[in-house]
């Protein structure tokens, strides 16, 4: 298949998107990972609609930000997107086109950066991975005040915590 015919496809099952000023949130509600597209990667993805090539998604970049894209910056882009599974299917650069780095695209002027697409990515934790265990030994301000009285979150019921001395946040306690 020649470069000029491919035609990706955006994801958008399983996924929460959050359009902000400069730049587009992507949940992916399967993987726990949320991605940051700044506006050009956004733009490229939102294009990817199975009916466009790289060619014509190039052409509407350079439109659209009024600077110079090529075919090389729209595959940098569908690269990321394909890495981090925001496309419906994983694709490959076509042989012969040619791979331009981030750095190599940078050299190439201010207004060839601005286009530079950058997804950036974060695993987030799940929500039982996200709470705080907070230990029992441990005085905690906000959570048991002053200490002394607190019911204690181990050891048996009706024990209560009480300070080692000082009452403060972060000073140990005692269940007794």
């Known amino acids: 298949m020649r470069h000029d015919q491919i035609v990706p496809r955006a994801r958008k099952v399983g996924l929460i998107v959050k359009n902000l000023n400069d730049e587009v949130l992507v949940y992916d509600l399967e993987r726990n990972k949320a991605?940051?597209?700044?506006s050009s990667a956004a733009?490229?993805?939102?294009?990817?609609?199975?009916?466009?090539?790289?060619?014509?998604?190039?052409?509407?970049?350079?439109?659209?930000?009024?600077?110079?894209?090529?075919?090389q910056t729209v595959w940098?882009?569908?690269?990321?997107?394909?890495?981090?599974?925001?496309?419906?299917?994983?694709?490959?650069?076509?042989?012969?086109?040619?791979?331009?780095?981030r750095r190599q695209m940078m050299r190439l002027g201010a207004a060839a950066a601005f286009a530079l697409p950058v997804i950036v990515s974060i695993v987030a934790p799940t929500t039982a991975n996200a709470q705080t265990a907070i230990s029992p030994s441990v005085c905690n301000a906000r959570l048991q005040p002053n200490c002394g009285g607190t019911p204690c979150t181990g050891g048996s019921g009706g024990q209560t915590c009480q300070p080692f001395g000082a009452v403060g946040a972060g000073e140990p306690c005692k269940c007794q």
């Open 43 to 71: 733009f490229i993805w939102k294009k990817c609609n199975g009916r466009r090539t790289a060619g014509e998604v190039a052409q509407a970049l350079s439109k659209e930000f009024k600077v110079p894209a090529d075919e």
């Open 35 to 38: 991605h940051s597209l700044n």
């Open 76 to 101: 940098l882009a569908l690269d990321q997107l394909s890495k981090f599974n925001l496309l419906e299917a994983k694709i490959t650069r076509p042989a012969g086109m040619p791979q331009i780095s």
